[in-house]
Structures are given as structure tokens and as C-alpha cells.
């Protein structure tokens, strides 16, 4: 029986990740906080190890012997500048942790979930991994720091780490509560005041995490892959998830307005140092049409595509199953 490791095994993809090593039997570890929230992992009984990625004794100390998959997966995505020193401890800082342990510990395969915001402002569309990264000069905080994540994967493979890079765009489906899980409890709630005009690019969780291991089991080494999926705009997007909630459809919000309400919130979170649910950093991402392509995760890792409103269903049916709407 092979064996895998996985950090935030306790999130949206994490979940979606051990769920398909289960099925693939393996044998799964987890390292968790110990203020984690481990009941929905349980379905799938993967050995839970508590643990800290700020410490590589921690991690080393968790790993299997003889492990043939690691999956760091755990990343902070907050788009709050107020969170920029957590930003770096949790994305560059503990990735860097995660390599040395790696290393240390002599891992077969390594797997970095990243993401398509580590190309920044894309110096040509659509996004392909032949496309220079520019995630380094990015003023957003999560941008930048999932850039220098990878920065640190690749100093690990200049040592000798067998390490592949998964990078997806927007994710919808089942295990998400915090991402656009809270976009559905926004638009129940009355607290979205309209649709921004962007668009981008939607892969679903299970298929996302098919990738994750395709890419451990068959990936090249030192290769990145974008996972992309079907072009939609946050519009159709919005108005797919209204329709689901029995709401009426989200008036489009101009993106000078949308980055003006941003500026504003800002301003005010000086004072609160809360993050707002509308920063310049999600104002900014949100105006964007960012058109991702998956070619070569197609072709070498047998990546799909689904349709948005069945990836949407996937969400809600679950938001609903564990009450969360």
C-alpha cells in the first residue's frame, strides 16, 4: 500500500485530495493543528498526526517512513493587505518548512498546490505555463506570496526534491465553506450589492484533486500545471447561485464603483483591522478577465472540465446536506 502525507488536509481541496488518495488505496496521513476541525475527515479515516508547519522538526516528525506522496496543500488565500505577515509565514515560510522536511525525510514525491495567482498580472492571455510569471511584482499580498512558495519548491528541486506544481484557478464543489460557500451565504444574506464585471476560469474540487494525484503518480518533475476549466463571468457566475437560493439575479456593479467601495473599506479597516468582505486586492481580481488554459494538464494528467452549474449544484447540495444555508 502506497503512502501519502498531506498538510491542510482539513480544507476545500485538502478534503477533496484525501477523498480521492482513499479511493486510489492509499494509505493517508494528515498533520493538523490541534485546533483543527477534523469530523469531516473522519468519513475517510486517514491517520490524523497534530503537528505545526512552522516547525520542520514538527513536520518531519509526521511524516511516514518510506512516504511516496507528499501533498502541501495548506495556504493562507486571505486578499486583506492587513494580513501580509501571515501571508508570508503561511506561504512562503511554512512551504520552505515543508521542502526541508521533505528533504529531510526523503519524500518519493512532492505535489505544492499553488495557484494561478502566482503569474500576477499575466504578461499575455490566455494564461499557459509558458506564460513568465510575474506573481513577484504583484501589490497583492496572496499573489506574491504563492509566487515566492514556488520559489521555494524550486530550490528544492535544485536539491534534489522530486517535486511537481499544481496551479488552479477558481474551484467550485462540494467541501467548500469558506470560499464561494460564503459567496452563497452572502447572496442569501442580502450582502452582495451586485455582480463585478470580470470573468475567469472554473475547475471542479473532485477534479482538481484527480490532478493532485495524477500529478504524484505521473507528473514531471520541475513541471507546472495549470487547472483551468470553463471561461464564465462572475455575472453568470453570481446569477447561477442566485438562481439556486430562489434569489432574483444580481445587478452587474461597474468596476470604477466596485474599486472605489474597496479604497473605502480600506480606509476603514485601519481602524476595525478587520478584513472587509470587498479589500482593493478582491475589487482588483474581481475586474479582471483572466482566461486560464489546461492543455497540458489534459494531456499529462487527465484533468476534465465540467459545466459551472453542475460544479455550483455540486456546492450547494452539500452547503444544504451539512446545513451551512
Given at each position: 500500500?502506497?503512502?501519502?502525507?498531506?498538510t491542510g488536509?482539513?480544507?476545500?481541496?485538502g478534503?477533496?485530495?484525501?477523498?480521492?488518495?482513499t479511493?486510489?488505496?492509499?494509505?493517508?496521513?494528515?498533520?493538523?493543528r490541534?485546533?483543527?476541525?477534523?469530523?469531516?475527515?473522519?468519513?475517510?479515516a486517514?491517520?490524523?498526526?497534530?503537528g505545526?508547519?512552522?516547525?520542520?522538526?514538527?513536520?518531519?516528525?509526521?511524516?511516514?517512513?518510506?512516504?511516496?506522496?507528499?501533498?502541501?496543500?495548506?495556504?493562507?488565500?486571505?486578499?486583506?493587505?492587513?494580513?501580509?505577515?501571515?501571508?508570508?509565514?503561511?506561504n512562503?515560510e511554512?512551504?520552505?518548512?515543508v521542502?526541508?522536511?521533505?528533504?529531510?525525510?526523503?519524500?518519493?514525491?512532492?505535489?505544492?498546490?499553488?495557484?494561478?495567482s502566482?503569474?500576477?498580472?499575466?504578461?499575455?492571455?490566455?494564461?499557459?505555463?509558458?506564460?513568465?510569471?510575474?506573481?513577484?511584482?504583484?501589490?497583492?499580498?496572496?499573489?506574491?506570496?504563492?509566487?515566492?512558495?514556488e520559489?521555494?519548491?524550486?530550490?528544492?528541486?535544485?536539491?534534489?526534491l522530486?517535486?511537481?506544481?499544481?496551479?488552479?484557478a477558481?474551484v467550485?464543489?462540494?467541501?467548500?465553506?469558506?470560499?464561494?460557500?460564503?459567496?452563497?451565504?452572502?447572496?442569501?444574506?442580502?450582502?452582495?450589492?451586485?455582480?463585478?464585471?470580470?470573468?475567469?476560469?472554473?475547475?471542479?474540487?473532485?477534479q482538481?484533486?484527480?490532478?493532485?494525484?495524477?500529478?504524484?503518480?505521473?507528473?514531471?518533475?520541475?513541471?507546472?500545471?495549470?487547472?483551468?476549466?470553463?471561461?464564465?463571468?462572475?455575472?453568470?457566475?453570481?446569477?447561477?447561485?442566485?438562481?439556486?437560493l430562489?434569489?432574483?439575479?444580481?445587478?452587474?456593479?461597474?468596476?470604477?464603483?466596485?474599486?472605489?467601495?474597496?479604497?473605502?473599506?480600506?480606509?476603514?479597516?485601519?481602524?476595525?483591522?478587520?478584513?472587509p468582505?470587498?479589500?482593493?486586492e478582491?475589487a482588483?481580481?474581481?475586474c479582471?478577465?483572466?482566461?486560464?488554459?489546461s492543455?497540458?494538464?489534459?494531456?499529462?494528467?487527465?484533468y476534465?472540465?465540467?459545466?459551472?452549474?453542475?460544479?455550483?449544484?455540486?456546492?450547494?447540495d452539500?452547503?444544504?446536506?451539512?446545513?451551512?444555508?
Amino acid at each position: 500500500m502506497k503512502t501519502a502525507f498531506v498538510t491542510g488536509g482539513t480544507g476545500f481541496i485538502g478534503q477533496h485530495v484525501v477523498e480521492q488518495l482513499t479511493g486510489a488505496g492509499y494509505r493517508v496521513v494528515v498533520i493538523h493543528r490541534s485546533s483543527s476541525n477534523t469530523s469531516r475527515l473522519r468519513r475517510w479515516a486517514p491517520t490524523l498526526v497534530e503537528g505545526s508547519l512552522e516547525s520542520v522538526d514538527s513536520i518531519a516528525a509526521a511524516i511516514p517512513e518510506g512516504c511516496d506522496a507528499l501533498f502541501h496543500i495548506a495556504a493562507n488565500t486571505s486578499q486583506w493587505s492587513g494580513d501580509r505577515a501571515r501571508l508570508e509565514r503561511d506561504n512562503v515560510e511554512n512551504t520552505r518548512n515543508v521542502v526541508e522536511a521533505s528533504l529531510r525525510c526523503g519524500v518519493k514525491r512532492f505535489v505544492l498546490t499553488s495557484s494561478e495567482s502566482a503569474w500576477g498580472e499575466p504578461a499575455r492571455q490566455p494564461l499557459d505555463e509558458t506564460v513568465p510569471q510575474r506573481g513577484a511584482e504583484s501589490f497583492i499580498d496572496y499573489e506574491r506570496t504563492k509566487y515566492l512558495g514556488e520559489v521555494e519548491v524550486r530550490r528544492g528541486i535544485d536539491r534534489g526534491l522530486q517535486a511537481v506544481i499544481c496551479s488552479p484557478a477558481h474551484v467550485l464543489g462540494r467541501y467548500d465553506e469558506n470560499s464561494w460557500g460564503r459567496t452563497f451565504r452572502l447572496v442569501r444574506d442580502g450582502k452582495i450589492p451586485g455582480a463585478p464585471p470580470g470573468s475567469g476560469s472554473w475547475g471542479w474540487g473532485e477534479q482538481i484533486a484527480r490532478a493532485h494525484v495524477a500529478a504524484a503518480e505521473r507528473g514531471r518533475v520541475g513541471e507546472n500545471y495549470l487547472l483551468g476549466g470553463v471561461q464564465a463571468r462572475y455575472t453568470d457566475v453570481l446569477g447561477e447561485v442566485a438562481r439556486l437560493l430562489g434569489k432574483k439575479p444580481l445587478p452587474a456593479v461597474p468596476g470604477v464603483i466596485l474599486k472605489g467601495l474597496g479604497r473605502v473599506n480600506a480606509l476603514v479597516a485601519r481602524f476595525t483591522k478587520k478584513a472587509p468582505d470587498v479589500t482593493p486586492e478582491i475589487a482588483h481580481v474581481a475586474c479582471e478577465h483572466r482566461v486560464v488554459r489546461s492543455d497540458k494538464a489534459i494531456r499529462e494528467l487527465g484533468y476534465a472540465t465540467m459545466p459551472v452549474e453542475f460544479m455550483l449544484q455540486d456546492c450547494f447540495d452539500w452547503l444544504r446536506a451539512e446545513r451551512l444555508i
